[in-house]
């Protein structure tokens, strides 16, 4: 198990720029993939941005493409987002979450931090 820590987040006019962050504690970082998702109100969480299992290279979903930037520290465990050009429709809550490389399943989440887009 690996426990996650978020901060960053917040309220933004459309078009500004925020970064999220998700430290991670408790078992070597370098085995676990640790990706972002999120939840607008009234809808089921949804992936944002991350690495494949192997670690080779990201991957983001159609709506955040081209602003979003998923990054990772190693030696800081922590992971990044990265959010430019933000819009209304960024709104939601957003949650890291990990899972072993090994295992392909996400079994820990952070607590969630609140980005807000203003128009």
């Known amino acids: 198990q690996v426990q996650l820590v978020q901060s960053g987040g917040g309220l933004v006019q459309a078009g500004g720029s925020l970064r999220l962050s998700c430290a991670a504690a408790?078992?070597?970082?370098?085995?676990?993939?640790v990706n972002w998702f999120r939840q607008a109100p009234g809808k089921e969480r949804a992936f944002v941005a991350g690495f494949t299992w192997s670690g080779d290279r990201t991957y983001y979903a159609d709506s955040v493409k081209g602003r979003f930037t998923i990054s990772r520290d190693n030696a800081k465990n922590t992971v990044y987002l990265q959010m430019n050009m933000l819009k209304p429709e960024d709104t939601a809550v957003y949650y890291c979450?990990?899972?072993?490389?090994?295992?392909?399943?996400?079994?820990?989440w952070g607590q969630g931090t609140q980005v807000t887009v203003s128009s």
């Open positions: 408790g078992r070597p970082f370098s085995n676990y993939a």
């Open positions: 979450a990990a899972g072993m490389r090994a295992t392909g399943t996400y079994t820990d």
